[in-house]
């Protein structure tokens, strides 16, 4: 475990449920205080963004967010949306892996830097690089920008690689 995943690790024991971080939000004052609280709600929605958590880990968006992935040229607005186009990746890849590899935040924008690695099944993604059964390499930047205690918008910058498994 590198030192970024136990910070993550040590995270999760800290605000190990969404209604634990969600309580937080009327009493986070300070800009530090804000800047964890923004740090911990992402954290934990990445913690979460998988088939098996999604309803819990789209409880941390407001029901209006949005979810952009620019450079393929799609958005999904509203919590419907963004949860169907999860569902669709979820069912059609294989062996998710994630690996975050740097974050930071203010008090309104958390910017995390990661690699995911699958297998694409099937018709994963709108605008997808890649063919069915390419091993995908992703290198992605998200920015998530928080207000009244949600995440509002999403939006993943991403590089893709074939990669060979």
């Given amino acids: 475990m590198n030192d970024l995943q136990a910070e993550y690790a040590t995270r999760a024991t800290r605000t190990d449920s969404v209604d634990a971080i969600l309580s937080r939000r009327p009493i986070t004052a300070s800009d530090e205080e804000r800047c964890q609280y923004a ?17 819990e880990c789209l409880r941390l968006c407001a029901f209006d967010a949005v979810w952009d992935a620019p450079l393929r040229h799609v958005s999904y607005s509203g919590l419907t949306a963004i949860r169907a186009n999860y ?21 309104e924008r958390v910017f995390v830097d990661s690699r995911l690695r699958f297998t694409l099944t099937g018709d994963a993604l709108d605008h997808c690089p890649l063919p069915v059964g ?12 928080i207000a009244d205690g949600l995440i509002r918008r999403a939006t993943g910058y991403e590089i893709w690689e074939q990669d060979d498994a």
Avoid at 89 to 106: G, H, K, S, W, Y
Avoid at 134 to 145: E, K, M, Y
Wanted: hydrophobic fraction near 45%; charge should be neutral; aromatic fraction near 14%.
């Fill in 39 to 55: 740090l911990d709600l992402v954290g934990l929605y990445l913690q979460q963004e998988n088939a098996q958590w999604l309803d």
């Fill in 87 to 107: 569902l669709r990746f979820f069912r059609n890849v294989r062996d998710l892996r994630f690996e975050p590899l740097e974050q930071f935040a203010t008090a």
């Fill in 134 to 145: 390419a091993h995908a390499s992703v290198r992605r930047l998200c920015t998530f920008h």
